[in-house]
């Protein structure tokens, strides 16, 4: 079977650091990427990795081990802006076909 | 104007009709996907197309069909439309992996 797992919620604190993980087990692997979904929005696009070490966008970094099956999304300095789902998702195959996790909902409390 | 665009935004539809929603891309993207969103289960993949002769089923294209009439549009029906196929739907497309996925508004579709 194929799966991706990531806490269904996470609360943190204004301007805290917080980390996301996401396991996953699928029948293909070629890179993990993560997207960030307000209420009511579209999935934007946050970060790729492809392989394993940390990949930093300003405020937000993304993990990934590949021999763990492993990977995290690191929040830096939260602000209230940050309150969304975000989601792991596994480019599966040589196509940028995305199989997504069920998503963790972050929640910024002053 | 948008890069990826959806019409319509919301429906409202009963058993039995035929639905069809379109997206629409200025991205100058060969790759486009539809995807649906239940609560609690992410997104999970209907069809996704690499250019207009090339149409390949996702995880759940059982009762979907899609058309890709240009390089810019990817429109998806639903032939017989049900209450479970009751979701937001997502239109995306992409280049690079390292760029991303980039979605459209997403259309809201109700059927009752």
């Known amino acids: 079977g194929q799966s991706l797992e990531q806490p269904s919620e996470v609360t943190a604190v204004e301007g805290a650091i917080v980390q996301i993980n996401c396991t996953y087990q699928?029948?293909?692997?070629?890179?993990l990427s993560w997207y960030q979904q307000h209420d009511g929005g579209a999935p934007t696009f946050l970060s790729y990795n492809a392989l394993d070490g940390l990949e930093e966008t300003g405020r937000f970094s993304s993990f990934l081990s590949r021999s763990d099956s492993y990977g995290y999304l690191l929040l830096q300095e939260l602000q209230m802006k940050d309150s969304a789902s975000y989601f792991c998702a596994v480019r599966r195959d040589g196509a940028n076909n995305l199989f997504f996790g069920t998503g963790t909902r972050l929640t910024v409390i002053p | 104007d948008a890069d990826v665009t959806q019409t319509p935004r919301n429906r409202i539809t009963k058993t039995g009709k035929r639905i069809m929603l379109e997206c629409s891309q200025t991205?100058?993207?060969?790759?486009m996907y539809w995807y649906r969103q239940d609560p609690g289960l992410g997104l999970r993949l209907i069809y996704y197309?690499?250019?207009?002769?090339?149409?390949n089923k996702g995880e759940i294209s059982d009762g979907y069909s899609v058309s890709r009439q240009a390089q810019a549009k990817f429109s998806l029906s639903l032939e017989s439309a049900i209450p479970n196929q009751t979701a937001l739907y997502f239109c995306?497309?992409?280049?690079?992996?390292?760029?991303?996925?980039?979605f459209g508004p997403g259309t809201r579709l109700t059927v009752l």
């Open positions: 197309s690499f250019d207009v002769k090339d149409i």
């Open positions: 995306a497309t992409s280049d690079s992996p390292r760029e991303g996925q980039f």
């Open positions: 991205k100058g993207h060969d790759r």
């Open positions: 699928t029948s293909g692997f070629y890179g």
